[in-house]
């Protein structure tokens, strides 16, 4: 058992290396040698884990995928509805590609020149992203002439795209810039009515929502005007009530 968790615990190191190293160098001018310097382990450790370079990467993107698997499971499990899932889903993965080298790198690999064909973990992002808003669609939420095809389109290039320039400057994964662009879209994507029941900064009972509500920095849900009672909205979930005050 404590050699089983020992080769765990170097195993892993090494998959944060390598992460690190390729994050620093890119994955073409990266040797073997230098990652196991990182990981503080002898080169003959590295290959009893991982055969070749191909193999590590392979490591990394499978402990990515999985990172950003469980956020798609957890949203999915809150049975918030589908657009307001996709807003959590995106906070919580710019939260994660800021704080985690291996997810970050996950991404980045996706458009390395050297990593061969195969899938990546944009492009599973891309299927995710167009799964939900299909439901959302068929369940009603999508604006008239909103398609669940151009829907798919503007919102994952504006997530790739802040995930992208997050590599030159970390401030585009801020929750204010992720806060700017669900305020911006969901006016876009729904019916008026139904915006009073999501929120452009996520769900207050996500553990990993960010706190901007608390801070006061922009409000609570997308801005809709004078509203009274609310009609029905998609899922049966009867009339809803305004939860703010027209300006």
Same mark, same amino acid.
Not at 14 to 21: F, K, P, S, W
Not at 63 to 88: K, T
């Given at each position: 058992? +404590?050699? !089983?968790?020992?080769?765990?615990?170097?195993? !892993?190191?090494?998959?944060?290396?390598?992460?690190?190293?390729?994050?620093?160098?890119?994955?073409?001018?990266?040797?073997?040698?230098?990652?196991?310097? &990182?990981?503080?382990?002898?080169?003959?450790? /590295?290959?009893?884990?991982?055969?070749?370079? !191909?193999?590590? +990467?392979?490591?990394?993107?499978?402990?990515?995928?999985?990172?950003?698997?469980?956020?798609?499971?957890? +949203?999915?499990?809150?049975?918030?509805?589908?657009?307001?899932? /996709?807003?959590?889903?995106?906070?919580?993965?710019?939260?994660?590609?800021?704080?985690?080298?291996?997810?970050?790198?996950?991404?980045?690999?996706?458009?390395?020149?050297? &990593?061969?064909?195969?899938?990546?973990?944009?492009?599973?992002?891309?299927?995710?992203?167009?799964?939900?808003?299909?439901?959302?669609?068929?369940?009603?939420?999508?604006?008239?002439?909103?398609?669940?095809?151009?829907?798919?389109?503007?919102?994952?290039?504006?997530?790739?795209?802040?995930?992208?320039?997050?590599?030159?400057?970390?401030?585009?994964?801020?929750?204010?810039?992720?806060?700017?662009?669900?305020?911006?879209?969901?006016?876009?994507?729904?019916? &008026?009515?139904? /915006?009073?029941?999501?929120?452009? !900064?996520?769900?207050?009972?996500?553990?990993?929502?960010?706190?901007?509500?608390?801070?006061?920095?922009?409000?609570?849900?997308?801005?809709?005007?004078? +509203?009274?009672?609310?009609?029905?909205?998609?899922?049966?979930?009867?009339?809803?009530?305004?939860?703010?005050?027209?300006?």
């Amino acid at each position: 058992m +404590v050699k !089983q968790e020992r080769a765990a615990r170097t195993r !892993q190191a090494l998959i944060h290396a390598g992460a690190e190293v390729f994050a620093q160098e890119g994955l073409a001018r990266t040797s073997l040698s230098t990652i196991s310097r &990182r990981a503080g382990v002898s080169n003959g450790a /590295l290959h009893f884990h991982f055969e070749n370079k !191909q193999a590590l +990467v392979q490591a990394i993107e499978s402990q990515a995928r999985e990172a950003v698997g469980q956020i798609m499971r957890d +949203v999915a499990a809150r049975d918030s509805g589908p657009l307001q899932a /996709l807003v959590d889903a995106t906070y919580r993965l710019m939260s994660r590609i800021g704080g985690d080298v291996v997810v970050r790198v996950g991404f980045e690999l996706s458009s390395d020149p050297s &990593r061969g064909p195969g899938p990546t973990i944009r492009r599973e992002w891309q299927r995710w992203v167009a799964d939900v808003l299909l439901r959302a669609g068929e369940d009603g939420w999508l604006a008239e002439g909103v398609s669940a095809d151009d829907a798919t389109t503007a919102v994952v290039a504006a997530t790739v795209g802040l995930e992208v320039l997050s590599a030159e400057d970390e401030a585009w994964l801020s929750e204010e810039k992720v806060t700017g662009l669900w305020c911006l879209l969901l006016p876009r994507l729904t019916e &008026r009515h139904a /915006l009073v029941c999501l929120s452009a !900064q996520g769900s207050g009972s996500d553990p990993e929502a960010p706190h901007n509500r608390r801070r006061g920095l922009l409000p609570a849900t997308v801005e809709a005007g004078p +509203v009274g009672p609310l009609p029905a909205l998609p899922g049966g979930t009867g009339p809803v009530e305004a939860d703010f005050e027209p300006r």
